[in-house]
């Protein structure tokens, strides 16, 4: 055990904004199901994944939670905020990810989590209505009133430590300004209630002020702003983002490497998808869309690097398209249709089609982010968490440097952050044989 590590001692409080989505949702009442026996964390690598450690001849894979020092499963107390005055368990049901049977099994501890008012302004989610909304006299105001319910939920309930997540609707799409370059720009900008303020920027900037790790699970601007990085790098705080990557993102990190090691070439990737949840029909708003569309379309340029295999990647084409069709619910289903080419340039084509389940993939993402979030404050590593880069599309990255958004690299990636956490050498793959041989 690492001594520089604080122990995972006592309450972690977990605050969700967006309480009542259908990720939040979904992810709150399986954590409950598992904690208490009752479902297997399928998806989650915190608490079905293993680590090797030392030479592969020494067979020593502990599981990563017997690893490193996570919280245990019980000691979790869920709250956060929605623009909607619903249980959790309402939520649950309203969504209908999980069927009844399922949600029943922990409906008591459901039905006793409410959200506390959000702030929200229609201006930067516009096909979302809020009802159940703070008022203030300015940014600021709300700003101080997010840092008393944090203080309050720690308070009450007892609480050693807390992480927040954003798992609230994707705001429109925000242009870099000056009012984020530096603390002082951000916090006049606060001040003065400047339209680049987004209220993802204040539930952050809230979190990081009352000292908690704050995770962006969605593409907006939110935490990925230098006054933010600033501040979270001066005060020893981890942060982390941009926008969970589940579905066909995820397939992209996986088919666009496979290309690149054999050298195959791309000439065309064409994405759409179908699904009719709320969050369809928060990015059938075009402005929402764009934020979107600027997390996926960033992926394969990263990995293929056109610039290096111009023979290969100079010229494809890249579409996106996300289509609201309520009939879906949350049960997206996506196709992609690449146009690859081989030897002398000889035409292929690979199709794509998955029928996924957007919340119950990406509610084992949410779990180990929060895990990992609270590891890396107790660990005292600071600012951005790039070794997380494994769960985001578009990962947020120190400037200067080029996001990894390759699905294996970033997965041994993190694993040797938690090797190095813990004091162990990192695994480089070769074989005991290869390294005397090289
Ligand atoms: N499901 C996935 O696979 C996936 C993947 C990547 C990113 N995301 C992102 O995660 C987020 C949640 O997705 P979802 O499917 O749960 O959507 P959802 O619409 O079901 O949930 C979003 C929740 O946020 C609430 N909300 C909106 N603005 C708020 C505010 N200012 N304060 C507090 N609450 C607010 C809404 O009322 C709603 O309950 C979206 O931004 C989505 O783009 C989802």
Same mark, same amino acid.
């Given at each position: ?24 949702? =979904? ?18 690598? #915190? ?7 030392? +030479?592969?001849?020494? /067979? ?13 499963? /019980?000691?979790?107390?869920?709250? @956060?905020?929605? %623009?909607?005055?619903? #249980? ?40 979302? *209505?809020?009802?159940?909304?703070? #008022? @203030? ?19 009450? +309930? ?31 900008? %606060?001040?003065?209630?400047?339209? =680049? ?12 002020? *009352? ?8 593409? &907006? ?24 990557? =589940? ?13 690149? #090691? ?5 000439? @065309?990737?064409?994405? =759409? ?79 794509? /089609? ?24 107790? &660990? ?24 990894? +958004?390759?699905?294996? %690299? ?5 694993? /040797? ?20 041989? &090289?």
């Amino acid at each position: 055990m690492n001594a520089n590590i604080k122990k995972a001692e006592g309450k972690l409080g977990i605050l969700v904004v967006g309480l009542n989505g259908a990720v939040s949702t =979904t992810f709150i009442a399986g954590t409950i199901a598992v904690a208490q026996g009752k479902g297997v964390p399928v998806g989650s690598l #915190t608490q079905l994944g293993t680590i090797r450690i030392g +030479n592969r001849s020494e /067979n020593n894979f502990p599981k990563i939670k017997e690893f490193v020092p996570l919280a245990d499963l /019980n000691d979790i107390v869920f709250g @956060g905020w929605d %623009i909607r005055n619903e #249980t959790a368990y309402e939520s649950v049901c309203y969504h209908k990810v999980l069927t009844r049977e399922d949600a029943d099994k922990v409906k008591d501890e459901l039905n006793a989590i409410k959200p506390m008012k959000a702030v929200f302004d229609q201006k930067y989610v516009k096909k979302l *209505e809020g009802t159940y909304v703070k #008022t @203030g006299t300015s940014k600021w105001d709300l700003l101080e009133q997010l840092r008393k319910d944090i203080r309050d939920f720690k308070t009450n +309930n007892n609480l050693d430590r807390i992480v927040v997540v954003w798992c609230g609707s994707t705001e429109v799409y925000l242009m870099h300004h000056p009012d984020y370059d530096t603390v002082e720009s951000f916090e006049k900008a %606060i001040k003065e209630s400047h339209d =680049t303020i987004a209220p993802s920027m204040l539930y952050a900037y809230a979190a990081l002020l *009352e000292g908690c790790p704050f995770i962006n699970g969605a593409p &907006a601007l939110t935490v990925d702003i230098p006054a933010i990085i600033k501040y979270a790098n001066d005060h020893n705080l981890p942060i982390a983002g941009k926008d969970f990557k =589940t579905g066909q993102t995820l397939m992209k990190t996986v088919i666009a490497p496979m290309l690149k #090691t054999r050298m195959l070439g791309l000439s @065309g990737w064409f994405s =759409t998808n179908i699904l009719g949840n709320r969050d369809g029909e928060v990015l059938d708003d075009p402005d929402s869309f764009k934020t979107k569309e600027v997390s996926k379309l960033s992926v394969i340029d990263s990995i293929l690097q056109p610039e290096l295999y111009p023979e290969l990647y100079k010229d494809y084409y890249h579409k996106i398209r996300i289509n609201y069709y309520p009939p879906k619910g949350d049960d997206k289903e996506s196709w992609d249709n690449i146009n690859i080419f081989g030897w002398l340039g000889y035409p292929m084509d690979i199709k794509i /089609n998955f029928l996924c389940r957007d919340s119950i993939l990406a509610a084992p993402i949410v779990l180990d982010l929060v895990l990992f979030m609270d590891l890396a404050a107790r &660990a005292g590593m600071k600012g951005i968490q790039s070794w997380l880069s494994f769960y985001f599309k578009s990962p947020m990255h120190p400037e200067g440097k080029i996001a990894e +958004n390759d699905l294996f %690299i970033q997965n041994m990636k993190m694993k /040797n952050t938690l090797r190095k956490l813990m004091g162990e050498e990192p695994v480089d793959h070769l074989e005991e044989d290869d390294r005397n041989k &090289a």
